[in-house]
């Protein structure tokens, strides 16, 4: 599977996977939903995310 909104960069956040370069990685939103976060709270949380980014974070 080829990921459009999933970024790894070794110059940005360890190269850790990150949203669209954006400083938020996969794994906080991740947890969030493990937290039993909805997407609107998670959404409020971080502005900059989308639906779709969200989305594909939790592809297994």
Same mark, same amino acid.
């Given at each position: 599977? =080829?990921? &459009? %909104?999933?970024?790894i960069n #070794?110059? +940005?956040?360890?190269?850790i #996977?990150c949203i %669209?370069? *954006? %400083?938020i #990685?996969?794994? &906080?939103i991740v947890g969030?939903?493990?937290?039993?976060m909805?997407e609107e709270?998670?959404? +409020?949380?971080?502005p900059d *995310?989308?639906h779709?980014?969200? =989305?594909?974070?939790?592809?297994?």
């Amino acid at each position: 599977m =080829k990921f &459009t %909104r999933i970024i790894i960069n #070794p110059n +940005q956040m360890g190269g850790i #996977p990150c949203i %669209r370069g *954006l %400083r938020i #990685p996969v794994a &906080t939103i991740v947890g969030m939903v493990a937290d039993g976060m909805s997407e609107e709270e998670i959404l +409020q949380a971080f502005p900059d *995310l989308e639906h779709e980014d969200i =989305k594909e974070s939790l592809v297994p």
